[in-house]
Structure formats: structure tokens, C-alpha cells
């Protein structure tokens, strides 16, 4: 909705947003070999660039450190055709329930299969961190999205604990 001068427009939009930051204004925060250089003040400054309720927007926020010598000679993992596959299957599991997870609203995320833990997890991360109402919801979706990458009906605790440490959540 965008509202100017006594007029408002609303477009109908549908967008994924994916964002990449450095830890701190020199880049070394939590680095293993480098330094950080920045002051707590500047620190702080950095953080407060982007506002809480903006971060709260984001399904997911993974940091990625350097990576270790070992792991770049180490298994090759999954082959892209293998995952693009489970990423399919997944996604044709979720249409046939109806809507893809990213769109699921409350009463879509109740109506899913959801492990008794699971929910006491979801819960207990409420009381005990900053996971907040529009966080659980996003992290019920993000858990839900596991679930169906793991093939599995029901979503576990092991899916909500996943979920809930791409959120940033302990």
C-alpha cells in the first residue's frame, strides 16, 4: 500500500527476499583468525541499522563463518539433482495439501500434523527467549518446510529445533 497526498494504491505483490550482511563494520566479529577492530559503540550502531521489527520479518537468519581448511577437500555432499528433487517432492507435498508454507496463515499452520514436543518446544521458546507471535508463526512454517524435505506427515521436534536456530533461538 503506498499512500501519498490524500491518495493510497495497493499492489498486489509476492516476493522472496534474501539479504546478506557482515557481522560487524570491519567484517571480523566471531571471526576464528581475524580480529574485530570495532568499538562496542560502533557495534551497536551497526546493529541498530536494521530495526527489530524489520529482522522479526525474516524466516531465517543463518550466520556463516569462515570456512575450515578440512571442508574444502572433505565429501561432497548431496549432488544438486538429489536436492532439487527432495525440494520438488516438498513443495508437491505441500500444493497437494493446498498452499505452499510460505502463504499458510494461523488456521493453515493449526491444521498441519504437529508432534505434542514439537508444540511444547514452540512454546517453551516463547517463554524463555525473543521469540515473538509473528516468529512463531514464521518458525512454524520454516519447521513445517523441513518436515516435508525429511518427507515426514507429522512435523517433529527435531524439525521446530531446526527452525527455531535459523531464527536465531537457543
Excluded at 24 to 29: F, H, M, N
Excluded at 69 to 93: F, L
Excluded at 138 to 155: E, F, K, N, P, W
Amino acid at each position: 500500500m503506498i499512500a501519498r497526498k490524500g491518495a493510497s494504491v495497493r499492489f498486489n505483490t509476492r516476493f522472496q527476499l534474501v539479504a546478506a550482511t557482515n557481522p560487524c563494520p570491519c567484517g571480523y566479529e566471531g571471526d576464528r583468525l581475524a580480529t574485530c577492530s570495532c568499538s562496542p559503540g560502533a557495534l551497536s550502531r551497526y546493529r541498530r541499522r536494521l530495526s527489530g521489527p524489520l529482522v522479526d520479518r525474516f524466516d531465517m537468519s543463518i550466520r556463516v563463518p569462515r570456512v575450515e581448511p578440512e571442508a574444502m577437500g572433505g565429501d561432497a555432499g548431496e549432488t544438486t539433482g538429489s536436492v532439487a528433487a527432495r525440494v520438488a517432492e516438498a513443495r508437491r507435498r505441500q500444493i497437494e495439501r493446498g498452499s505452499i508454507n510460505g502463504v499458510l496463515g494461523r488456521s493453515g499452520l493449526d491444521s498441519l500434523s504437529w508432534a505434542p514436543d514439537s508444540v511444547a518446544l514452540l512454546d517453551t521458546a516463547m517463554h524463555r527467549s525473543t521469540l515473538t507471535a509473528r516468529g512463531w508463526d514464521r518458525a512454524r512454517r520454516v519447521a513445517a518446510t523441513i518436515a516435508d524435505l525429511d518427507s515426514d506427515s507429522t512435523i517433529q521436534a527435531r524439525h521446530v529445533m531446526e527452525a527455531l536456530t535459523y531464527r536465531g533461538v537457543q
